[in-house]
């Protein structure tokens, strides 16, 4: 497949980009300055904006499906997280791509209780404004006709744990639930190569 990859520079971006060679895939990597990013080889690296509907939609043009792990913590979360997600469901209609699968958070699932981890008591109200960013970029995706897939870690990420090869979906949001960028990016693209979650958000675990 021709996968173009938004946010590809950060953690979770460049794991998706190094699965998708795994599997043998053409990536077109979208960052925002190629000049920092000469290491990211055997692909074709691209200047883009992912909050820009236009250039998503020239630079998504000829693939088969598009991956977003952009983040730009230089300018208030909920201004990114909803200019980024009107950008790219547009964007990709207008290239003709339905399938979009994207980088959440584990702080809009619901925990055991049924309420959004980041609604729970004790949530650390310093998270809360990237949180409520992210929680806003999720109604900006529901609200468009793009097949998209919001693929959140269960709770965070192991930065430091080995791969496992493996992952599991979660029935819920777990504070204490941990997987590796590279476990984690086992799920993108399994649900860039076999869909099994249409307009849905689901949470991974290690």
């Known amino acids: 497949m021709n996968i173009v990859v938004f946010g590809a520079g950060g953690r979770a971006g460049r794991q998706a980009v190094a699965e998708a060679h795994r599997r043998g895939h053409r990536v077109t990597a979208v960052v925002r300055d190629p000049a920092r990013h000469g290491d990211l080889t055997d692909v074709r690296l691209v200047a883009g904006d992912v909050t820009d509907a236009s250039g998503v939609a020239e630079v998504a043009a000829g693939h088969d499906a598009a991956l977003s792990a952009a983040v730009d913590l230089s300018v208030p979360s909920y201004d990114f997280f909803t200019a980024s997600s009107r950008a790219l469901t547009a964007g990709l209609a207008e290239a003709g791509l339905r399938r979009l699968v994207v980088v959440g958070i584990a702080s809009v699932l619901p925990g055991a209780s049924g309420t959004p981890l980041m609604d729970e008591p004790g949530f650390p109200d310093e998270y809360r404004p990237f949180c409520l960013g992210h929680a806003a970029g999720l109604e900006e995706l529901r ?28 029935d819920h949001g777990d504070p204490a639930s941990r997987i590796t960028y590279a476990d984690f990016a086992l799920a993108l693209l399994d649900e860039i190569e076999t869909p099994r979650h249409h307009r849905a958000v689901v949470g991974v675990r290690g």
Not at 143 to 159: K, L, T
């Open 143 to 170: 609200s468009s006709d793009r097949d998209w897939a919001y693929v959140a870690p269960a709770g965070d990420f192991d930065h430091d744990g080995d791969r496992t090869h493996r992952y599991r979906v979660a």
